[in-house]
């Protein structure tokens, strides 16, 4: 997908809404130093107690004034997403860094990634009764990739019509160009249904819930299925799950605290300080693969970016620790200008980013750049990117540069795409992705979100390289390549990775981010008494 064909919703998607472990598999770890917070408590919501069968979940999530049940758009909102993982069954999906395949029993490469064999499960039925075929995976992907969906962005590298069913289990899918890390794609959100389905707001799915009712903006209640190909292993142990749609995060809150909802998801920072110690609540976080990373995005094709003394000045007058202490409330952790930090591909041997204004200083006035006035974009369309811009205006003076805070109304942030891809200085809240999916996402040529500006040669050779390996050996090091570049050249100055929050009653427990922690999936909850 290339720049020009952004759209406000899908940018939403990734950047700025609220994007596997079992959920509190890791408490919220105190950052490393004197800046942490003492972690939370060691309440989690995962399976402590042996799965019990019966009973309503009820669970809060954020809606939108788009929520649908079309499977195309399934991904539009929070609760659209955790109703269509109950729906519809997916090829694969990320747990913490590797893939767990579910309608696919396995997916293999040839020898230069250029066509991938997906094995699909047998026994498998829709909620019709019908039965799963790789027809029905090959439509689905062809229907993702040829619509304005979350999942058309990391397909565009498959070539549907050269896609082929060897068999009734059995398809080819053949690519455009090599592509190492396909397996990772499937696992991003390949929802599955019937061949040749027309009415995809009504599409029959092969999850362990059906739709009973709903009402958009309202709420939605699901059925359990009697004949789910997966219950062998797992749930579903409820009967119902009802989704409420809730637009405010503290009316989810108090409605946990009330009684009103089991489960409320997209909690903010605060409400961990506040209800950290009510032994009323699970305070829930992803474990840290799945943390956010907080950035000021420099556009190397601006001024003043274009020269690297002001990227280099701008990434040490950052007081990272500040940063975590302020804008995290001490529940962050620092980030030294790499995304996907604890995640298998993320490369360990990069060294930590100093704080250094006097250097900054003496950067810019050899570049010929003392006393430039500096501007950063930013709005408050989530916790994090407006409080970090403004933290950043003293510690810049520190450093010799005068920082002013440009703050965009939420809901216009990003109606503006060629604005965003022509600012010079900017807040980005990057949510946690497969890293080698998110490196081919924001940086070179084929960018989808080209947020640093125009690439080069160079990064463009590491980018076909990364996607050019095979066998895990050779990914991970040719993923460490485009990050070591990034790290030297890059226009993200990423400062700190920030926990989403979500909260529970103590009776919950089984619920999976499987790689998305703001849309668990609830396919194996239950409640204990």
Same mark, same amino acid.
């Given at each position: ?354 704080? /250094? ?160 922690? /703001? ?11």
């Amino acid at each position: 997908m290339s720049a020009h064909q952004i759209s406000r919703r899908s940018m939403l998607r990734t950047i700025g809404t609220a994007a596997g472990v079992v959920i509190g598999g890791g408490l919220l770890a105190a950052c490393s130093g004197a800046t942490a917070r003492s972690p939370l408590g060691a309440n989690t919501a995962s399976a402590s107690v042996p799965p019990s069968r019966g009973g309503r979940l009820r669970a809060a999530f954020a809606g939108s004034s788009g929520e649908s049940t079309n499977v195309l758009q399934a991904t539009g909102s929070a609760i659209d997403y955790v109703r269509a993982r109950l729906i519809w069954d997916t090829i694969g999906e990320i747990d913490g860094s590797s893939t767990t395949w579910r309608l696919a029993e396995s997916v293999e490469p040839n020898a230069d990634a250029t066509r991938w064999t997906v094995r699909v499960r047998d026994g498998v039925t829709f909620s019709n009764g019908r039965q799963l075929t790789a027809q029905d995976v090959l439509f689905s992907l062809r229907a993702l990739a040829s619509n304005p969906t979350t999942q058309s962005g990391v397909l565009g590298g498959l070539d549907p019509a050269k896609s082929t069913v060897r068999d009734a289990h059995t398809l080819e899918l053949q690519l455009k160009g090599p592509d190492g890390f396909f397996d990772l794609v499937l696992a991003q959100s390949m929802f599955v249904f019937p061949d040749g389905t027309k009415d995809f707001a009504h599409a029959p799915g092969s999850g362990p819930f059906v739709l009973k009712s709903w009402t958009g903006g309202s709420s939605s209640l699901l059925v359990a299925r009697k004949d789910y190909w997966g219950s062998a292993k797992g749930g579903p142990y409820l009967d119902e799950i009802e989704l409420y749609s809730v637009s405010d995060a503290g009316a989810r809150l108090n409605g946990v605290k009330a009684g009103q909802f089991d489960y409320a998801g997209g909690l903010t920072l605060a409400t961990a300080r506040a209800e950290e110690k009510n032994p009323a609540l699970r305070i829930l976080t992803a474990p840290k693969e799945l943390w956010s990373d907080l950035s000021f995005t420099m556009n190397l094709g601006m001024a003043p970016f274009s020269k690297p003394e002001a990227v280099q000045a701008l990434r040490l007058a950052i007081d990272r620790d500040a940063m975590v202490r302020s804008v995290t409330l001490g529940y962050g952790e620092v980030a030294d200008d790499a995304l996907g930090r604890h995640q298998t591909w993320y490369d360990t041997s990069l060294p930590p980013r100093a704080h /250094d204004a006097e250097q900054a200083r003496k950067l810019l006035s050899s570049a010929g750049l003392g006393g430039t006035n500096f501007s950063v974009r930013t709005s408050d369309y989530e916790y994090g990117t407006l409080e970090s811009a403004t933290a950043f205006v003293q510690q810049a003076h520190a450093a010799g540069m005068s920082v002013a805070v440009d703050k965009i109304p939420a809901a216009d942030y990003y109606t503006d795409i060629k604005t965003l891809l022509r600012t010079p200085l900017q807040t980005n809240l990057y949510h946690a992705q497969p890293l080698p999916l998110q490196l081919s996402l924001y940086y070179g040529s084929k960018a989808s979100y080209p947020f640093t500006g125009p690439s080069n040669a160079t990064l463009d050779g590491l980018l076909t390289a990364m996607h050019a390996a095979v066998g895990d050996t050779k990914r991970a090091s040719a993923v460490h390549d485009v990050q070591h570049y990034l790290y030297d050249h890059g226009g993200d100055a990423v400062f700190a990775r920030i926990p989403p929050i979500a909260a529970s009653t103590p009776a919950v427990h089984g619920i999976q981010p499987h790689g998305v922690f /703001d849309y668990p999936c609830l396919r194996d909850a239950f409640l204990s008494s």
